[in-house]
């Protein structure tokens, strides 16, 4: 009885040091490249979130590149995995497909 009561006091423990109102990980945000296009194309985090891009259009190519200011660094062309970065400064992130004129999308951090 008293190994599941400290297992449950460290789960309690885990769950409140890894929540986000608590400083803990901000978490992971998916942006699919699906149909050339980005779903969804905003999206809206917390700094410190993990922006993963999963490129799921079967047999074209893409890549996210980023525009303007402030920029993160972009991904290779690919055709299938997934590219994540992670946003550490506030401010709206805009990006492209080179390869797809008008497919374009946005981060913007909190």
Known sequence: MKRIAASAAALVLVLLLASPSNGGAAGVRVVKI???????KAVTVRKGTTVRWD????GVS???????????????VKSRGSFRTTFRK??????????HPGMDGRVVVR
Not at 34 to 40: C, R, V, Y
Not at 66 to 75: E, V
Not at 90 to 99: F, H, Q, S
């Open 62 to 76: 893409h890549n996210v590149i980023s525009r303007g200011s402030p920029r993160f660094s972009g991904s290779p």
């Open 90 to 99: 506030p401010g709206t992130y805009r990006y492209v497909c080179t390869l």
């Open 34 to 40: 699906e149909d050339i296009d980005f779903t969804p």
């Open 55 to 58: 490129f799921l259009d079967e």
